[in-house]
């Protein structure tokens, strides 16, 4: 079975800076794209990043580029979201995805890792 497991998450002030990781099992992690997605409350789930399995390209939602790096170690089968200066605006559950390609919907999904930024 596929297993997407996030951690990191945690309360930050902000302007401060968290580390994401999603690792990975039951699959050929080097086949798979990873994307980042989060979900505040009464909002809708939105796409935050994405790196690719074919080439590493690397994609960003407009809120996050500058501040947010997705990379990723197919050594570790680990994704990793590296966030700088978070905003309050920020602060979600955060879930990791994998599908062949960085798509909208993807297959699989981990459980989810919060994000709380305090102003």
């Known amino acids: 079975d596929v297993q997407l497991v996030e951690s990191g998450g945690g309360l930050v002030q902000a302007g401060g800076s968290l580390r994401l990781s999603c690792a990975a099992s039951g699959l050929i992690f080097g086949d798979y794209s990873i994307g980042w997605f989060r979900q505040a409350p009464g909002k809708e789930r939105e796409g935050v990043s994405c790196i690719s399995s074919s080439d590493g390209s690397a994609y960003y939602a407009n809120s996050v580029k500058g501040r947010f790096t997705i990379s990723r170690d197919n050594a570790k089968n680990t994704v990793y979201l590296q966030m700088n200066s978070l905003k309050p605006e920020d602060a979600a559950v955060y879930y990791c995805?994998?599908?062949?390609?960085?798509?909208?919907?993807?297959?699989?999904w981990g459980q989810g890792t919060q994000v709380t930024v305090s102003s």
């Open positions: 995805a994998a599908d062949r390609a960085c798509v909208a919907q993807p297959a699989y």
